[in-house]
Each structure stands twice: as structure tokens, then as C-alpha cells.
């Protein structure tokens, strides 16, 4: 069954830190480019952060400088470090998996972060 489940989501004060993980069963982990997306209220999703097969990152111009993507193949877990974090970074975040055409989603976790 493939399957990708994201944890480490919470309420965290501005200017805090979070780490979020994303496990992935189901699926050949290191072909596969990852990603963070995140959807706040009344917004479009969009990308937050990506990984490369190869181990390449891209981030969000909102995010760079702040969070961090890595991946552990050994474990098919992806993470985002989150530090420095920002009302504006309050959403769901959602963990991406894609080869080719093919595509995951996991179920999302909530981050919330107080001013």
C-alpha cells in the first residue's frame, strides 16, 4: 500500500522551530522527488520546498533561509527543519511524493504559529 505520513506538526510561537517528517511505504523512496507544499485558509497550495532523486533543493523565495529539506533514504523519510517561523507560515502542510507522471499525497499535518 502506498502510503506517506507526515507528523510534527503543532503550535509554535513566532519565531520558533518545527521539524516536520514524512515516512513513505509503498513506494521505491530514493527515485522519487519529494516535497513540501502547504495550503492556508482561503489560499491556493503551494510549494515550500522540494528534493531532488539526486538530493537537489528548491525552496519558496517566502522560505529561504529559514527551513531546510533533507531526506533519508535509509529511512524513505523526508523532513523540513523549520526555524524562524512566522504567523504567515500557519497552514497545512503536505508531504509530495513524484516519478514521471505518478504522484502522493499524504494526509497533511497543521502547523500553527502565535504571534
Known amino acids: 500500500q502506498v502510503q506517506l505520513v507526515e507528523s510534527g506538526g503543532g503550535l509554535v510561537q513566532a519565531g520558533g522551530s518545527l521539524r516536520l517528517s514524512c515516512a513513505a511505504s509503498?513506494?521505491?523512496?530514493?527515485?522519487?522527488?519529494m516535497g513540501w507544499y502547504r495550503q492556508a485558509p482561503g489560499k491556493q497550495r503551494e510549494l515550500v520546498a522540494g528534493?531532488?532523486?539526486?538530493?537537489?533543493?528548491n525552496y519558496a523565495n517566502s522560505v529561504k533561509g529559514r527551513f531546510t529539506i533533507s531526506k533519508d533514504n535509509t529511512k524513505n523519510t523526508v523532513y523540513l527543519q523549520m526555524n524562524s517561523l512566522k504567523p504567515e507560515d500557519t497552514a497545512v502542510y503536505y508531504c509530495?511524493?513524484?516519478?514521471?507522471?505518478?504522484?502522493?499525497w499524504g494526509q497533511g499535518t497543521l502547523v500553527t504559529v502565535s504571534s
Open positions: 509530495n511524493g513524484a516519478f514521471r507522471s505518478y504522484e502522493v
Open positions: 528534493i531532488s532523486s539526486s538530493g537537489s533543493t
Open positions: 509503498g513506494i521505491m523512496f530514493s527515485i522519487f522527488d
